[in-house]
């Protein structure tokens, strides 16, 4: 029966539920709030390329949109940061253009395309400093060679409006604020604190079955998470 609701439906649903389970049935309380950005050497930083093809100029404006939404966002102990609370829903009238995106397993253009590498450094960031992580969601398939990556496989964090978000809560006893730039190719986001803040070590450690690949993610040699991926040569 489902499958046959229109598409603007099931989001709606998809919509609905997230809202009760995070508003009417708990008190979560989610980082909203932006200041001036902080000066401070207590940071840790991620840095990716972002890749130069076709969708380059496209995938670039989407990140720059994403970007006005999240940097400068303070997040204060206990409080959660959500990707979706900050970013609106990708369509054309909030300005938005088509990019690559992996959509059920296969890659193709979609609205939106590109801000997951967004997601995906502030996920590494997140770990780094310890952060609890309460939702993440991996690719399903590892499309990727090796020479073709631009991030550890196990570090990413893909968004889909509505069905998957990232989001993590601030466990420290102190405030952090999200710095967020691109220059060109470069994509960079920061945690900034102003007191001692503490970069822990991540390893990603790959294991390769028949048809999945399995990457087990330390902190500090301690195993955090774990995430699963379909081999491209399977997927179909």
């Not at 008190?27 to 207590?42: C, E, G, V």
């Not at 840095?47 to 130069?52: E, F, L, Y």
């Not at 310890?130 to 990727?144: A, K």
């Not at 986001?189 to 803040?197: E, N, P, R, S």
Request: charged share 20%; hydrophobic share 35%.
């Amino acid at each position: 029966m489902r499958q046959y609701l229109p598409k603007s439906w099931k989001l709606l649903y998809q919509l609905l539920r997230r809202y009760c389970r995070e508003h009417l049935f708990s008190k979560l309380q989610f980082a909203l709030k932006h200041q001036t950005l902080w000066q401070s050497d207590q940071q840790i930083s991620t840095q990716q390329s972002i890749k130069i093809n076709h969708y380059f100029e496209n995938k670039t404006h989407n990140i720059d949109l994403a970007i006005q939404s999240i940097n400068g966002l303070v997040i204060e102990p206990n409080q959660i940061f959500s990707f979706w609370h900050l970013v609106t829903a990708p369509t054309l009238n909030n300005g938005f253009k088509t990019g690559r995106n992996l959509v059920n397993g296969k890659i193709s253009e979609d609205l939106g395309g590109g801000i997951c590498q967004i997601s995906c450094l502030l996920y590494i960031n997140a770990l780094k400093a310890g952060l609890t992580i309460t939702e993440r969601h991996s690719h399903s398939i590892d499309i990727y060679q090796e020479h073709e990556r631009f991030t550890p496989l196990g570090s990413d964090a893909t968004v889909v409006y509505g069905y998957k978000d990232l989001q993590f809560q601030n466990c420290l006893d102190q405030a952090l604020q999200i710095q967020i730039f691109r220059q060109h190719d470069q994509l960079v986001a920061t945690l900034v604190a102003q007191q001692h803040l503490k970069e822990y070590t991540l390893k990603f450690i790959v294991e390769d079955s028949k048809t999945h690949r399995i990457v087990r993610t330390l902190q500090d040699q301690e195993q955090i998470e774990q995430s699963i991926y379909l081999l491209n040569s399977h997927a179909d």
